[in-house]
């Protein structure tokens, strides 16, 4: 495995980052999750967008500019043999001393990797996925927005650890006003009688593959739109599903214990799976 590190490639052994790195001592930098179906690097620029407005809000100077990460990471799949992968770019404060102020940080510290990974929650995405809604809120936007896809997490994980002690496979979030936000890392979307809802984007990340959820549902002629929803709406569904770059589109057929629909995947959502799998292989920023 070779892994970029600030314009250089070295071993997975040989990778080495400072434990002064503000990104390992406060989850001070930024991210992207991103996938290549069959040699092509899926919606990259919309990625590489999100990564440099993320970057933007916390006052964080990427070094490099978006054609030179579109590079850094292209390479990096080469470097890999790599046609289907997800891709992991991160840039963090950088080297600073045990204080919090970013200006005592030299320069932003940039790293490209990928691996390949195929399907993330394996047999679910026929069984369905058991979600628990969480007393954890999602973050709230006047706090740190989780528009922002940053490296501090662990919102997300304290979440992820609620679900898993309560018997779940993803967790549900609701914001601090009490409507549904998005799962752990995917964003949620309900359907009920033939029409689909998902919650605006304010309380939540503006998913990637969410954006792709709408335009297929468009292209489907499916109803969709975006509105706050509470617990009722997701007991009620008749079927709800999670997209993400990692998840792609995954059924949840069980919340809380209820069962949503007939506790199968649905059938809107499973037109949405298959024209999602057609969709990645026929799009992307060439590798090779
Ligand atoms: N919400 C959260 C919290 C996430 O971490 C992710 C994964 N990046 C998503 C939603 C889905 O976003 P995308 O479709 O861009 O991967």
């Known amino acids: 495995m070779q892994l970029y590190i600030d314009g250089e490639f070295y071993s997975r052994e040989d990778a080495k980052i400072s434990p002064f790195d503000h990104g390992f001592l406060y989850g001070d930098g930024v991210f992207e999750g991103i996938r290549a179906y069959s040699g092509r690097v899926f919606r990259l620029s919309e990625h590489l967008d999100r990564l440099y407005d993320s970057a933007k809000t916390i006052d964080?100077?990427?070094?490099?500019?978006?054609?030179e990460m579109t590079e850094a990471i292209l390479e990096t799949c080469r470097k890999n043999n790599l046609k289907d992968a997800y891709i992991r770019?991160?840039?963090s404060r950088g080297v600073g001393d045990l204080g919090l102020d970013p200006r005592k940080c030299e320069k932003p510290t940039v790293?490209?990797?990928a691996v390949e990974w195929g399907a993330m929650y394996g047999d679910l995405y026929e069984k369905g996925l058991k979600a628990i809604s969480v007393s954890i809120r999602r973050?709230?936007?006047e706090s740190l927005p989780p528009n922002v896809k940053s490296l501090n997490y662990l919102n997300n994980i304290l979440a992820k650890?609620?679900?898993?002690?309560?018997g779940g496979d993803e967790a549900i979030f609701?914001?601090?006003?009490?409507?549904?936000s998005e799962g752990s890392g995917d964003n949620i979307f309900v359907v009920k009688n033939g029409?689909?809802?998902t919650p605006p984007t304010i309380n939540n990340l503006r998913g990637i593959t969410r954006l792709v959820g709408i335009e297929i549902a468009n292209e489907l002629g499916i109803n969709i739109s975006e509105r706050n929803m509470g617990y009722y709406d997701l007991y009620s569904a008749d079927e709800v599903f999670v997209t993400g770059t990692a998840a792609e589109i995954a059924p949840i057929t069980l919340i809380d214990g209820r069962v949503i629909g007939n506790g199968k995947p649905g059938a809107i959502t499973r037109q949405m799976m298959e024209k999602f799998k057609i969709v990645v292989q026929n799009e992307g920023t060439p590798i090779y």
């Not at 964080?60 to 054609?67: C, V």
């Not at 609701?174 to 549904?180: E, I, L, Q, S």
């Open 60 to 67: 964080l100077q990427i070094p490099l500019s978006k054609e």
């Open 89 to 91: 770019p991160l840039v």
């Open 111 to 113: 790293v490209v990797f």
């Open 139 to 141: 973050n709230p936007a």
């Open 161 to 166: 650890i609620e679900a898993n002690y309560k």
């Open 174 to 180: 609701f914001d601090t006003n009490g409507y549904v």
């Open 195 to 197: 029409s689909i809802s």
